[in-house]
C-alpha cells in the first residue's frame, strides 16, 4: 500500500517527498489524540478504522503541522500532543467519504473528473467557469477518444473477417 498524506487535498506520497526528504508521519496511537488528527483532517470516514491500522497505513505530511509543533528545524520529530492545524481549506469543507482504498477522495476538492463535480463547485462566476472550461474539455477528449475506438474496432472487424476466410471449418 503506498504511504500517502490522508488529507483530502494533499498529493503528498512517499514517492513524491522522498526525493526532498520530507517525512511522513503515522497517525498518533494516542487514543485520546487521533480522532483529533482525523477529524481536522476530514477523515471521519477512517475513524471506525482499528487504531492500529491507520498507524500502520496512513501518513501525513508536515505542511499540516504548524512550525512549532516539531521538535526540530528539519521537520523530521512531531512533539508528542502534536496535531496537524494547516489545511488550504477548512476541514468542514472536506467530503470525507470516499474509500480510503483509493485517491479518488483527493479530486473531491480539485476535481479532475466531471462526475466528481458537485453544486459547491458552481458557488461563484470564476469557479463556473473554470469547470465549465474543464467539462468542455472533457467532453471533447472523449470525442477523440470514441472516434480512435470506433477506428479500432473497425479494424479489427476487417481482420476478423480476414481470418475467417483463412480458418473456414
Known sequence: MPLLCLVNNCS????LTK???IKLFQITEDLTLYKHWLSNCGRQDLSELPIDVL????RICPNHFKENMF???????????????????EPSDFHGTSNPSTRKHR???????????SPSH????????KYVDMIKQKYKEKQVENANLKKQVR????????YQ???QF
Open 12 to 15: 503528498n506520497s512517499y514517492i
Open 19 to 21: 526525493e526532498k526528504k
Open 55 to 58: 498507524h500502520n497505513y496512513y
Open 71 to 89: 521538535t526540530n528545524n528539519e521537520k523530521t520529530t512531531l512533539l508528542p500532543g502534536a496535531i496537524p492545524t494547516e489545511f488550504d481549506i
Open 107 to 117: 479530486s473531491k476538492m480539485n476535481p479532475k473528473t466531471v462526475g466528481d463535480l
Open 122 to 129: 458552481f458557488t461563484s462566476e470564476e469557479k463556473r467557469k
Open 155 to 162: 479494424y479489427l472487424e476487417r481482420r476478423l473477417i480476414a
Open 165 to 167: 476466410g483463412v480458418f
